[in-house]
């Protein structure tokens, strides 16, 4: 039970540090201008994503279809991650 709450503080803490980058940006240049809602999203998908890879690396006995639902659950968040940055897909998701 103490590695796998390991893990979990391990995840929320590479979010944290991943949400921190962004906001130390904000105070040495104008070019990152984030909005709360903005660190909420991304957090939201950080951790959802974490949480995920977690979750298939308890439950996935075989280590190449654990690779492969990682892999998955990695090119997800990267689509969605680009699609709210700057909507290469165009869809109402990414308010265009």
């Known amino acids: 039970m103490i590695m796998q709450n390991k893990r979990l503080y391990g ?5 944290a540090l991943i949400l921190s980058i962004p906001l130390i940006a904000m105070q040495f240049t ?9 660190f909420i ?7 959802g994503t974490g949480l995920l890879c ?8 075989k280590p190449t279809t654990r690779i492969l ?3 998955a659950i990695l090119l997800a968040l990267l689509l969605i991650w680009a699609e709210l ?12």
């Open 54 to 61: 977690e979750l298939a690396f308890r439950k996935i006995q």
């Open 11 to 15: 995840i929320l803490l590479t979010v």
């Open 30 to 38: 104008n070019e990152v201008n984030w909005t709360l809602s903005d």
């Open 69 to 71: 639902i990682i892999g």
């Open 85 to 96: 940055a700057v909507g290469i897909f165009g869809s109402p998701f990414a308010g265009s």
């Open 41 to 47: 999203i991304m957090g939201i998908l950080l951790t």
